[in-house]
């Protein structure tokens, strides 16, 4: 299995701009998510998933759209990008429910917006 | 919301030494885990330990949710430790949402 694969790795963008940063896995596990992390912090949820065609916000969920039309993949949308979402960006995965074992990360998407 | 406070921010240590960090969490949680950032900054899962203990080569981790807290162990420390150690908690009931403590910065000097 490749887990839980991100590309691009890296991205400039400049401001206004728009880009979909794509996350799939192999695992067929009903539970996606997307994270930012900003230097010297820890990982924030942006968006997140329980299954085919059921997303919700997480907790900053501003400037990005999600949407979920398959098991395998989770892409996060950024509709007119801004510098404060210069950031490295982290997908990741679990089986559904309590319990189920822990959540599994891709490797990042290191994303700069000039 | 939970709150996630790890202990210490940063640490220094010389190869060979043995140390523990350190997870406070203010909520029932379902599930807890200990990440690794290594200076790449690739996130590796070292363990999913929402209650009691689990040990993996050098590191082991143990988790008293009635009290709320998690230890990660780290023993005879190796340079290839160094980077940062997150916990992430997630709460009773909310399924799938993790919230990160701020990291300890791990240092190991050869």
């Known amino acids: 299995n490749a887990g839980v694969t991100q590309t691009p790795k890296f991205q400039v963008l400049k401001t206004g701009q728009s880009m979909t940063l794509q996350c799939a896995q192999d695992?067929?596990?009903?539970?996606m998510s997307w994270y930012r992390q900003d230097p010297g912090m820890g990982l924030r949820l942006i968006h997140y998933?329980?299954?085919?065609?059921?997303?919700d916000q997480g907790e900053v969920p501003n400037g990005y759209n999600v949407s979920r039309s398959t098991t395998e993949d989770f892409p996060l949308r950024l509709l007119s990008a801004a510098p404060s979402q210069t950031s490295v960006y982290f997908c990741?995965?679990?089986?559904?429910?309590?319990?189920?074992?822990?959540?599994?990360f891709g490797p990042g998407t290191r994303l700069t917006v000039l | 919301g939970i709150q996630v406070e790890q202990s210490p921010p940063d640490l220094i240590l010389q190869e060979g030494a043995n140390s523990t960090l350190r997870c406070n969490f203010s909520?029932?949680?379902?599930?807890l885990q200990w990440f690794h950032q290594n200076p790449w900054g690739q996130l590796i899962n070292l363990f999913y330990?929402?209650?009691g203990t689990k040990q993996n080569g050098r590191l082991s981790a143990t988790t008293v949710a009635t009290e709320r807290y998690s230890l990660l162990y780290i023993s005879s420390s190796q340079t290839t430790d160094s980077g940062v150690y997150f916990c992430?908690?997630?709460?009773?009931?909310?399924?799938?949402?993790?919230?990160f403590g701020q990291g300890t910065t791990l240092q190991v000097k050869p």
């Open positions: 990741a995965s679990r089986e559904f429910g309590t319990n189920r074992g822990g959540q599994f």
């Open positions: 695992m067929n596990h009903e539970y």
């Open positions: 998933s329980v299954g085919a065609g059921i997303t």
């Open positions: 909520d029932s949680v379902n599930n």
């Open positions: 330990i929402p209650s």
């Open positions: 992430a908690v997630e709460r009773s009931g909310n399924t799938g949402k993790l919230i």
